[in-house]
């Protein structure tokens, strides 16, 4: 009888710590992306000044930004040794955390990305770009000087985004689109 209630025992326990374990948040992993408030943006933007900059905001929800981010990382990779830095910034939310990990194992970006944090999303926005109303993606070209100088809403190809960047690096005006 004691040994029957004993295995009782040990099964609920390790019955019980899978439950906890199943209902508590998502651990970070060592590769997710450090999470970003506005303030934690313009961190960002501190630390790359004297660098042309591209900042590109994206989400695994949206199929434009899935289409663009691995040209993105081409053009990274194209454009760094002539000085060109990129960000990623993701706007996935918790519940979008598995398919983020996922979405940049599968890509493997040579520039750094951060996640949004919950809450205060359009104080956020606004924080970026005045007018900002969600959409995505949104890319965000900034001078060596740290000054916001374009900006493209929506989906582009990529003749539109080496253009821009050419602009950039060359230290003239870039369009937005």
């Known amino acids: 009888m004691k040994i029957r209630m004993t295995i009782i ?3 609920l326990f390790v019955a019980g710590t899978g439950l906890v374990a ?3 948040p998502q651990a970070k992993t060592p590769h997710d992306p450090e999470m970003i408030d506005a303030q934690g943006f313009q961190k960002i933007l501190e630390q790359n000044r004297g660098k042309a900059l591209l900042v590109n905001f994206w989400a695994t929800w949206c199929e434009p930004c899935r289409d663009e981010y691995p040209m993105l990382n081409e053009l990274a990779k194209q454009y760094a040794p002539k000085g060109l830095q990129v960000v990623g910034v993701s706007m996935d ?4 955390l598995i398919l983020m ?10 520039f750094p990305n951060y996640r949004k944090t919950a809450g ?7 924080s970026v770009l005045p007018g900002w109303t969600g959409s995505m993606p949104v890319t965000v070209f900034y ?10 809403i929506g989906e582009k190809g990529r003749e539109q ?16 689109q």
């Open 9 to 11: 025992a040990v099964t």
């Open 22 to 24: 199943l209902a508590a």
């Open 93 to 96: 939310d918790d519940g979008d």
């Open 101 to 110: 990990r996922r979405f940049l194992a599968r890509y493997k970006p040579i």
């Open 120 to 126: 205060a999303e359009a104080a956020f926005r606004q």
């Open 143 to 152: 001078a060596k000087d740290g000054k916001q100088v374009a900006h493209f």
């Open 161 to 176: 985004y080496e253009e821009a960047i050419r602009a950039l690096l060359a230290g003239g005006s870039v369009a937005s």
